[in-house]
């Protein structure tokens, strides 16, 4: 299947690891041209050869805390410098701690409505006047499956989730007359760093063995089993792609069967 993508440009924040960097390979691997962006440059250059090495890509970078309010301009200003034009948006830079509800201090909220929620808008709002322009745009947000389904420990960032569902919708109804389709992807646990760093954390404090953790903490998910970052990147290559033309506001939840909705 061609899934028409070559030559296009996606900028993928988060793309220096995890899902961010699966997504930026797996675009690349497809024919697109890439622009990664997330704090650690290092880990940004290192990604972006790795990319470049095994896709034949051509591949740019930026380090920026998109948490900061201009960064997201700055981001989009300098793609467009690279390349001449964003296509793709895939917004992956995310990061959040959880807690008991009244053990968790307003910085926390804070920090995961700063980064996962207002990074994503601010992201979203520097791309569409180009995207307008051209009559062209994909964005795809990685979300995740707790903002349908909140576990009572995850609820800053469970709460920013069900915050950004309700922006793909809302901004899809708006951007659509323009040719922008603007989907999310919900992913439940899935085989990242920051998910090695939760079950270390597990690990650490309860003394057992490492498999044991995980097949605890994979036990109440139909398919006992974690994600993959590529089933991932390929549900936002296709939602990136022309083949998903025909679908807006909407999301994908991939969770090996975890949700329990109809929709
Ligand atoms: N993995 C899962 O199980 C899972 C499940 C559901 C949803 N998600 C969502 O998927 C997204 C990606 O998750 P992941 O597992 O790939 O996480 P990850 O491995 O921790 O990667 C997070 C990415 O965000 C970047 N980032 C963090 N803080 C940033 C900041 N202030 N400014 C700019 N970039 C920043 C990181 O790079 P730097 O640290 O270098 O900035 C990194 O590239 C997140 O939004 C997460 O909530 C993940």
Sequence with gaps: MDLHLDGKVALVTGGNRGLGAA??????????????????????????????????????AMAVDLTKPDAADAVVEAAIKKFGRIDILVNSAGASKGGVFWE????????????KFMATVRMMRAVIPGMRAQGYGRIVSIVGNTGKQPPSTMLPSASANAALLVVTKGLADEVVKDGIIVNAVNPGPTRTERMATILNNIQQSSGRPMDEVEKDFVSNIPMKRMGEPEEIARLVTF?????????????ITADGGST???A
């Design 23 to 60: 997504c930026a390979a797996m675009l690349a691997s497809e024919g697109a041209r890439i622009f990664l962006t997330a704090r650690d440059d290092e880990k940004l250059t290192e990604t972006a050869q790795a990319i470049s090495g095994s896709s034949g890509a051509e591949v740019g």
């Design 104 to 115: 968790v201090p307003d910085q926390v909220w804070q920090d995961s409505f700063d980064l």
């Design 239 to 251: 939602l990136a792609s022309d083949m998903a033309a025909n679908l807006t506001g909407i999301s």
């Design 260 to 262: 329990k909705a109809l």
